[in-house]
């Protein structure tokens, strides 16, 4: 299976600021990456589908890129609400993975 | 907008039995894909299984093949996951969950809040 890491494991930032997160792949995922956001107590949220588009509803500070093993999540002027732990998922072979997470805190 | 509502979590011995519920509503059901997805205390997010939209495919984790079964009733807009012989590590909550189309591998765009079982004696 396609193992996916994640760094850092914590960011810590201030609001208003930029917070740049990183997701490998342990082999070529195309573009087939999604990141999803998930505060405690709740079921995630889809924020990024095919590397770089931003689901439905989702605020244009959230951005991501990349393709094959490299993937980056950007979220710029971090708001109080974004404080939360993001995930990366490959859906491009079977079995489904995501990464272990990286929170963002203040 | 689409709602997913789980149901059926609570506390089993080891080598028991439970059958989780997922509820879907504000979507035509049958033309997605869904997916069942876990996350132990404390920590990430696992696939667990998921079923095509005509219930003609089904794929499932090495870590529950055999011992889960995904099923789906697209007149009830119901998802189930029947879990058997269940151990200490499928302690978790699980969430149901939406796929972008019919098929199968893909970004899962809804989730529910999830619901908890616990495994232990």
């Known amino acids: 299976e396609i193992v996916m890491t994640q760094s850092p494991a914590t960011l810590s930032v201030s609001p208003g600021e930029r917070a740049t997160l990183s997701c490998r792949a342990s082999?070529?995922?195309?573009?087939?990456l999604a990141w999803y956001q998930q505060k405690p107590g709740q079921g995630p949220r889809l924020l990024i589908y095919?590397?770089?588009t931003r689901a439905t509803g989702i605020p244009a500070r959230f951005s991501g890129s990349g393709s094959g093993t490299q993937f980056t999540f950007t979220i710029s002027n971090l708001q109080s609400e974004d404080f939360a732990v993001y995930y990366c998922q490959q859906y491009n072979n079977w079995p489904p993975t995501f990464g272990p997470g990286a929170k963002v805190d203040v | 907008e689409v709602q997913l509502l789980e149901s059926g979590g609570g506390l089993v011995q080891p080598g028991g039995s439970l059958r989780l519920s997922c509820v879907a509503s504000?979507?035509?059901?049958?033309?997605?894909?869904m997916t069942w997805v876990r996350q132990a205390p404390g920590k990430g997010l696992e696939w667990v299984s998921t079923?095509?939209?005509?219930?003609?495919?089904?794929r499932y984790a090495d870590s529950v093949k055999g011992r889960f079964t995904i099923s789906r009733d697209n007149s009830q807009n119901t998802l189930d996951l029947q879990m058997s012989r269940l151990r200490a590590e499928d302690t978790a909550v699980y969430y149901c969950?939406?796929?972008?189309?019919?098929?199968?591998?893909?970004?899962?765009?809804?989730w529910g809040q999830g619901t908890l079982v616990t495994v232990s004696s």
């Open positions: 504000g979507l035509p059901f049958n033309n997605y894909a």
């Open positions: 082999q070529s995922v195309s573009s087939n």
């Open positions: 079923i095509s939209g005509t219930a003609d495919s089904t």
């Open positions: 969950a939406k796929n972008f189309d019919h098929g199968g591998n893909t970004e899962l765009d809804s």
């Open positions: 095919g590397a770089s």
